[in-house]
């Protein structure tokens, strides 16, 4: 007999049944972060963002799932600069390297609400069915107001002789939620929202 009253066969059992039960659980464990990890990705040939929907407004944003693929891309030119305040200076949008002439695309279903000129630059506002609006400059368009569209549609192309970012030629993405301008990257997924917490 060994110490406390058990014998070396007992023992022997409880720890196959302790160590089959372990791996049990260890692969329950794997299976289900796999799932999840699997269900967490984007669809192959998708920006990032697929609880958003939004993809980038450009035909080479396809397959862009991290900030650091972003900028391996050399398509963002100018980030988002969130103004200190509403009047204060800032950048209100992403300005995202694409050729002059080139197709731009609709980041998300939505309505055409408005085509025209701000100063000297082709502008085309699409209005989302969660009440974003995409503000797309310098772009020209063959749309008008009504128009609707399907993400990833062609929706204009990038006005010539305009060079927004000089000396290269972009596309500004501007999003909006009523006054307020949004990051347009959270959308995809690419970077976290600012939340402003109140101080105490």
Do not use: K, N
Not at 90 to 104: E, I, N, Q, T, Y
Request: net charge negative.
């Amino acid at each position: 007999m060994t110490p406390h009253g058990t014998s070396p066969t007992r023992d022997a059992g409880h720890g196959v049944r302790r160590s089959s039960l372990l791996a049990t659980l260890l692969l329950a464990t794997a299976l289900l972060v796999s799932q999840v990890t699997a269900r967490a990705e984007p669809p192959a040939g998708r920006s990032a963002g697929p609880s958003s929907g939004y993809s980038l407004p450009l035909p080479t944003g396809a397959g862009i799932r991290s900030m650091s693929d972003l900028r391996a891309s050399g398509l963002l030119v100018a980030p988002f600069e969130a103004p200190a305040e509403r009047w204060s200076p800032g950048h209100r949008g992403v300005d995202l390297a694409h050729p002059s002439g080139a197709d731009v695309l609709a980041p998300q279903d939505g309505v055409v609400s408005y085509v025209g000129f701000v100063v000297d630059r082709p502008l085309l506002v699409i209005t989302h069915p969660d009440g974003l609006r995409s503000t797309l400059e310098p772009v020209e368009t063959r749309l008008t107001p009504g128009s609707t569209v399907v993400q990833g549609d062609v929706v204009g192309t990038t006005s010539p002789g305009i060079a927004h970012c000089p000396p290269r030629t972009c596309v500004h993405w501007g999003v909006r939620r009523g006054d307020e301008y949004v990051d347009p990257l959270t959308l995809l997924g690419l970077v976290e929202p600012v939340v402003l917490l109140p101080d105490r």
